[in-house]
């Protein structure tokens, strides 16, 4: 397996610490408003990654954790009149909600900020110790990024960034410009805090993910976890100060690899709530399947910025169709085993730092190879039984071909609409049992200009939208 090292700029092979095992830590949301394309994105990058290591062999832990204490949930609590439990809660269960329309697995491990505070109060206290924090006259906690020799190695570049490095108001008390928040003391009354040794407050953005993997990972004397992985907008300020603090801290590297996934873009805009062109996933749900989206996603290799089109979307969506046709046509029926040259050809593609292109190459491949040996010989059980064995493979890597073709194909048909194809169909076959074909070409007929177009099968039959 190589994978590109965002630090190093180059594909390196896949060493873990741990031989046979893979831990891998990834920074989810901040749960204060719906999903959009960007998080679903890289859930989806990293779900692939995962999916990958697994199908290799490795014994594969995910972390994904859930910022649920920040200024803009805080702001939200103001704005609702909602407890904050109750807003991160509701966001929580969106988010995976979501990501599962997506066939995103699930994280094994899925911690939240204020679940964590005990570890991250003693990883402050420690730099604190060491001389690598201070605390100002207010109680904010600040790190020293002049105690990290290595600083600005992960991204390459050190800059400030006011709203994304420190998340607090700058203070004359900063000893220096790129020093960042690790705690923020309570201002008023009204703010959400918790008691601490320095001051009573809440956890800066940047301390939770490197307190987090301490509690949860236990890699070796050089590395915590093998691979540290987030959007490309995450590698500065984020992925740099994590990375500095966890260095002062423990005393060796965060992270083995560092993973980035390229940003999502509306018809050639890089997505912002500021630019208001915010796609939420939730909207795109409700017209696409999720499956569909996923594919479409996932077309576009990992570290590439991504240009949303709904254009680009249906074109996606009928070279998905052409392997749900394909499983139509081996269906029903049971799968033998996966042919070995389709699977080592779809694992060395997606061992190429998930090389996606070739792996639907492959994909694609294989569907019209199939075809057109069916075409020749259409009762070949042996080729349709391998074919459902690959086409649950695929499942399995990368998420999709999984669903009973009729019913993919039955997807965006709204109920009443069902409900009047049924009943048709049930007069179709009174008709033919009557040998009333006039009747029974008729109602076909109808169902095709309706969009419907239907099968005779040995188990009844079945229709789909076309």
């Not at 991160?88 to 995976?96: A, D, E, M, P, V």
């Not at 909207?283 to 990992?302: F, I, M, P």
């Not at 259409?378 to 399995?396: C, H, M, Q, R, V």
Request: glycine share 6%; proline share 2%; charged share 30%.
């Amino acid at each position: 397996m190589y994978i590109y090292d965002s630090v190093k700029k180059t594909k390196l092979l896949f060493e873990p610490i741990k031989e046979g095992e893979a831990s891998i830590y990834v920074c989810g949301p901040t749960v204060y408003d719906d999903a959009h394309l960007g998080h679903a994105r890289s859930s989806l990058a990293f779900d692939l990654l995962s999916r990958t290591l697994r199908s290799l062999g490795y014994k594969v832990t995910l972390a994904k954790n859930f910022t649920d204490i920040d200024d803009k949930i805080i702001k939200k609590v103001e704005e609702t009149g909602k407890s904050i439990k109750e807003i991160t809660s509701y966001y929580i269960k969106r988010y995976l909600e979501e990501m599962a329309a997506l066939g995103v697995q699930r994280a094994d491990i899925e911690p939240k900020a204020t679940e964590s505070l005990q570890a991250i109060e003693a990883m402050i206290q420690n730099l604190i110790n060491k001389n690598c924090a201070y605390v100002i006259s207010t109680g904010d906690v600040y790190f020293d990024t002049t105690r990290d020799s290595h600083y600005g190695e992960i991204s390459h570049r050190v800059g400030e960034d006011e709203d994304n490095q420190s998340r607090i108001a700058h203070t004359s008390e900063k000893r220096n410009p790129k020093d960042f928040a690790l705690w923020k003391a309570c201002k008023g009354e009204e703010d959400i805090c918790f008691d601490a040794p320095f001051s009573s407050g809440r956890p800066g953005w940047h301390i939770e993910c490197s307190a987090m993997i301490e509690k949860y990972f236990h890699g070796n004397d050089k590395y915590s976890i093998d691979i540290h992985g987030g959007g490309a907008d995450l590698l500065f300020p984020h992925h740099e100060n994590e990375a500095a603090q966890s260095r002062c801290a423990t005393g060796h590297e965060l992270a083995k690899y560092w993973m980035h996934n390229g940003f999502v873009q509306i018809d050639g805009e890089k997505m912002s709530k500021s630019l208001g062109n915010s796609f939420f996933l939730k909207d795109a749900l409700k017209a696409y399947d999720g499956e569909v989206l996923r594919y479409y996603l996932n077309s576009v290799h990992y570290r590439n910025d991504f240009n949303f089109n709904e254009e680009d979307l249906l074109t996606a969506k009928k070279r998905l169709d052409k392997l749900y046709r394909l499983k139509k046509r081996v269906s029903p029926g049971k799968g033998s085993t996966v042919n070995k040259t389709f699977k080592k050809a779809l694992l060395d593609a997606m061992s190429d730092d998930l090389n996606i292109s070739i792996a639907l190459a492959v994909i694609d491949e294989m569907v019209a190879n199939t075809n057109d040996v069916l075409d020749a010989n259409p009762k070949d059980k042996g080729l349709k039984k391998e074919t459902l064995a690959n086409i649950s493979f695929i499942d399995e890597l990368l998420g999709f071909g999984g669903k009973e073709p009729f019913s993919y194909f039955q997807i965006g048909v709204d109920e009443a609409l069902k409900e009047k194809i049924e009943t048709l169909l049930a007069e179709r076959i009174e008709a033919k049992k009557e040998k009333d074909f006039s009747r029974s070409d008729a109602i076909r007929d109808d169902l095709t200009a309706m969009g419907i177009s239907i099968m005779d099968t040995a188990d009844g039959t079945v229709w789909e939208k076309a």
